[in-house]
């Protein structure tokens, strides 16, 4: 193989790894112990969580859930408002590198998702805990 | 030199008209999950992003699945794809729902221009 041929294959995977690197996807969060189920191994007490979350009230539970639902929607829309310019730039970033400039990571609305996931599930143990109507 | 022109022509074809999208899955059969359940329709499972409260359950296991589209050219996959496929692999399980639905965020991965990941609980009714 000519050196030419070998530079232009190195270039080629060096934009495969830029793209692996920009707009690649966030695997989903993974699912809770179980805590609920009748074959359940553990059982969630007063201590699992802080005092501020053990003094909510059923109400403000389900309406901090609600909050963070919409807030992960709204992170989750600009992730996808990017996609297709990422896409694009990715497929030209594979031949000519310089097209990455225009790719959008989008890491802190990943970031503040998988924060927002987490605090979604201690309020779903709380609401479990505390017996809140479904 | 024909012969690698028709070769080429056939592989475009090929990714251009390919299936949309496919999906892999995964699942982690709880420790003392009961077994012996009869295999169910997809349709006949009920999913949701939060737990079950009202009505005992039993939990079959986690699973996993990531659905990815087969070209750049098809539309990415979305959360009633990845739902389809947890449903699948649910009822293949013989499970009556999935809890706890979450997905992960659509992008490029390693086998395909656009992924989508999601994970659920399998379970039966008491």
Same mark, same amino acid.
């Given at each position: 193989?000519?050196? =030419?041929?070998?530079?232009?294959?190195?270039?080629?995977?060096?934009?495969?790894?830029?793209?692996?690197?920009?707009?690649?996807?966030?695997?989903?969060?993974?699912?809770?112990?179980?805590?609920?189920?009748?074959?359940?191994?553990?059982?969630?007490?007063?201590?699992?969580?802080?005092?501020?979350?053990?003094?909510?009230?059923?109400?403000? +539970?389900?309406? #901090?859930?609600?909050?963070?639902?919409?807030?992960? #929607?709204?992170?989750?829309?600009?992730? =996808?408002?990017? =996609?297709?310019?990422?896409?694009?730039?990715?497929?030209?970033?594979?031949?000519? +590198?310089?097209?990455?400039?225009?790719?959008?990571?989008?890491?802190?609305?990943?970031?503040? +998702?998988?924060?927002?996931?987490?605090?979604?599930?201690?309020? =779903?143990?709380?609401?479990?805990?505390?017996?809140?109507?479904? | 030199?024909?012969?690698?022109? &028709?070769?080429?022509?056939?592989?475009?074809?090929?990714?251009?008209?390919?299936?949309?999208?496919?999906?892999?899955?995964?699942?982690?059969?709880?420790?003392? $999950?009961?077994?012996?359940?009869?295999?169910?329709?997809?349709?006949?499972?009920?999913?949701?992003?939060?737990?079950?409260?009202?009505?005992?359950?039993?939990?079959?296991?986690?699973?996993?699945?990531?659905?990815?589209?087969?070209?750049?050219?098809?539309?990415?996959?979305?959360?009633?794809?990845?739902?389809?496929?947890?449903?699948?692999?649910?009822?293949?399980?013989?499970?009556? $729902?999935?809890?706890?639905?979450?997905?992960?965020?659509?992008?490029?991965?390693?086998?395909?221009?656009?992924?989508?990941? &999601?994970?659920?609980? $399998?379970?039966?009714?008491?």
């Amino acid at each position: 193989m000519s050196r =030419r041929a070998v530079h232009l294959l190195q270039l080629i995977a060096m934009g495969w790894l830029c793209m692996a690197l920009t707009a690649c996807a966030n695997s989903a969060p993974p699912v809770p112990v179980d805590t609920t189920g009748t074959n359940r191994e553990t059982t969630s007490s007063l201590s699992d969580f802080s005092a501020d979350d053990a003094a909510m009230n059923c109400s403000a +539970i389900t309406a #901090e859930m609600k909050a963070n639902a919409d807030k992960i #929607e709204t992170d989750n829309a600009a992730i =996808r408002s990017n =996609r297709k310019n990422n896409e694009i730039a990715g497929y030209l970033g594979g031949l000519l +590198i310089l097209p990455y400039a225009a790719t959008e990571s989008n890491s802190a609305e990943k970031e503040d +998702i998988k924060l927002l996931q987490s605090r979604q599930d201690v309020l =779903r143990k709380l609401l479990a805990f505390k017996k809140c109507p479904a | 030199m024909s012969r690698l022109l &028709g070769l080429s022509v056939l592989l475009c074809t090929l990714l251009l008209t390919a299936c949309g999208t496919y999906s892999t899955s995964s699942s982690t059969p709880a420790s003392n $999950a009961p077994t012996g359940h009869a295999t169910k329709t997809p349709d006949q499972i009920t999913l949701t992003e939060d737990d079950i409260t009202n009505r005992k359950y039993t939990s079959l296991g986690d699973i996993s699945v990531t659905v990815r589209k087969t070209t750049i050219f098809d539309s990415d996959p979305t959360k009633e794809l990845v739902n389809e496929a947890l449903k699948e692999k649910a009822a293949d399980m013989g499970a009556d $729902a999935v809890v706890l639905v979450r997905y992960g965020t659509v992008g490029i991965g390693l086998l395909s221009w656009g992924q989508m990941d &999601g994970n659920g609980r $399998a379970v039966v009714f008491q």
